[in-house]
């Protein structure tokens, strides 16, 4: 049988008024059937319980009516829902206030069928053991209006699903390791939860999707540091430590699988605030056609339905594990001294060898500047040790990775070799502007890159730059004439001279979304050759993220007072 919608409104102590996003919600209200059950101020729990409903289970349960309602499990109305697709499969719910939104873009098609006697049952328990849902009979399924077009679950696909997989429509427990009831959406099992609150330095749970033909596509890079896999029909998101300075807050990545998009949202919390890896919503967090606001190229930010603004990698302040970054709100002051200026390009390198600048004869007031041993991570202060590239034990340190500041995304800031006739620089930073041009090629990649700014600190000197470049080091940039890597037991460093990216601007072509390829491409090889080296993996995905995977883009420079950031690591 089918179900009209209620004509009033709630009564939550007071009248709550139903707000509509869309013209065509406004014209179901309007034909809402007057004499229907419905909840009032002495009566609370006038909705029968062997209604049909929608079962979500967030904070806490609640039971979502084709009318509107929304209750508890004693049948208490505790919200609203407001549909916002023109399917009315859709929506969101609403608080007894009328304007904070409780959950956001809930897919009802991807809710458990259930009637408030049998709802209890319905939920999963603490051990995460499967638990069958009982199945509603033909003429109790939840059906949002007679003139309904969206998609409604019945009865026996209900029951067909629960024969499969227990509850298979049911959304994710809030659990730190226990395994996840599998979800089946179409023929797209999905094991894990889609939601999680996890601390920094803590891991998040693994997430499998199964049953593919096809490769799934990553959509966003916003939590850069996830890694996946693909391997016999099935995509995994695998568990994996948050970097300790990765912003605090919400973050979501999404992902096409099987032609249907799908978000992961993770709210990152503040290492040693007692968060652990859990799922702090049990609403999956599919996305429809008509809602789905992720955009193909990855460099585009991400947003969910409520508009909130994913946080986007180039804000993550990654920085030394052996010593903390210098705090900072916002962008640091820079300002210029008048000195050389010019134009040029940046290129990149890493070849591990121990700077130039860490000569005591060739430091300047600046001093010397940080050697590591061959590991990269241990500092060394005998100045007079030779280099790891001549046979030595000096070494470049790998707390000299390029970084972000959190508040400050277009300006990053870096550690970089100069031409060797240009003596004297050791200790001295400049400000390149890029131009949104390349020296070889301009790309989709350079435009992006336009406006942003590079604040550079001299560390060391290249008998192969030029006049206006500077060779940036960021790990897998190159090893260049010389390769003093080997200590850090790192993986491929890719072309001699470029890098990793070098081989993704060759393995990505130049037909299609090239700008999306070489991103995706570069992405993909920093987590692969760094995998055992977190600090320097962050390094290596500023070139993908804060760079746009640009490859030698001009700018104009000038020289500046090095910022305290800078300084703090030379």
Not at 386 to 410: H, Y
Request: glycine letters at 10%.
């Amino acid at each position: 049988m089918k179900y009209q919608f209620l004509k009033s409104a709630l009564i939550l102590g007071s009248v709550l008024a139903f707000v509509n996003c869309t013209d065509d919600a406004t014209d179901v209200i309007s034909n809402l059937d007057p004499n229907a059950n419905q909840p009032s101020e002495n009566d609370p729990s006038a909705v029968p319980a062997d209604d049909p409903c929608w079962l979500i289970n967030a904070d806490q349960p609640y039971l979502i009516y084709p009318a509107g309602i929304v209750t508890d499990l004693k049948g208490n109305p505790v919200a609203t829902f407001v549909f916002t697709d023109e399917n009315y499969t859709t929506g969101n719910m609403i608080a007894a206030d009328g304007s904070t939104i409780i959950l956001n873009n809930i897919a009802l098609d991807n809710l458990t069928v259930v009637t408030r006697a049998t709802a209890s049952m319905a939920l999963p328990p603490s051990s995460s053991a499967a638990i069958e849902t009982p199945a509603s009979s033909a003429d109790v399924t939840p059906t949002v209006s007679s003139s309904s077009t969206g998609t409604t679950p019945t009865s026996s696909e209900t029951a067909a699903n629960n024969d499969k997989s227990s509850s298979s429509e049911e959304k994710q427990v809030a659990t730190s390791s226990a395994t996840q009831t599998p979800i089946t959406d179409g023929k797209v099992t999905i094991t894990g939860s889609l939601t999680q609150t996890v601390a920094q330095k803590a891991s998040t749970s693994e997430i499998k999707f199964s049953g593919l033909s096809n490769e799934p596509t990553r959509l966003s890079w916003n939590a850069y540091f996830l890694e996946t896999s693909y391997s016999n029909g099935t995509y995994t998101v695998k568990a994996i430590t948050v970097p300790e300075y990765f912003e605090v807050g919400e973050v979501s990545e999404f992902f096409k699988v099987e032609g249907k998009d799908y978000e992961f949202k993770l709210t990152v919390t503040k290492a040693g605030s007692g968060s652990t890896s859990k799922s702090s919503s049990s609403q999956q967090q599919q996305k429809s056609s008509s809602s789905q606001q992720a955009k193909s190229s990855s460099s585009q930010q991400a947003k969910s339905s409520s508009s909130q603004q994913a946080k986007s990698s180039s804000s993550v302040q990654p920085v030394s594990s052996s010593s903390k970054q210098v705090v900072t709100t916002g962008c640091p002051t820079i300002k210029t001294k008048g000195g050389a200026s010019g134009s040029g390009f940046a290129s990149r390198y890493w070849d591990g060898c121990k700077p130039s600048c860490s000569w005591k004869n060739n430091a300047g007031s600046a001093g010397p500047a940080k050697q590591c041993s061959r590991d990269g991570k241990t500092a060394s202060t005998n100045y007079d040790e030779q280099s790891v590239c001549s046979g030595g034990g000096a070494a470049t340190c790998t707390s000299q990775i390029p970084f972000t500041i959190d508040g400050c995304d277009n300006i990053g800031f870096a550690f970089a070799a100069v031409p060797a006739s240009n003596g004297g620089q050791c200790g001295k930073c400049f400000q390149l502007t890029f131009t949104g041009k390349g020296k070889y090629e301009t790309k989709g990649n350079h435009k992006k890159l336009e406006g942003k700014k590079l604040i550079v600190m001299v560390t060391n000197i290249g008998a192969d730059v030029n006049q206006g470049q500077f060779d940036v080091m960021i790990p897998g940039g190159g090893v260049g004439l010389y390769n003093g890597t080997s200590g850090y037991n790192w993986g491929s460093q890719g072309a001699q001279y470029g890098g990793l990216l070098t081989d993704c601007e060759k393995e990505a072509g130049t037909a299609g979304d090239v700008t999306n390829k070489r991103k995706e491409c570069l992405i993909k090889k920093c987590n692969s050759s760094f995998g055992s080296d977190t600090q320097a993996k962050e390094g290596c995905l500023f070139l993908a993220n804060f760079m746009e995977a640009a490859g030698n883009p001009t700018h104009n420079y000038t020289e500046v007072e090095c910022p305290e950031v800078l300084k703090s690591k030379y």
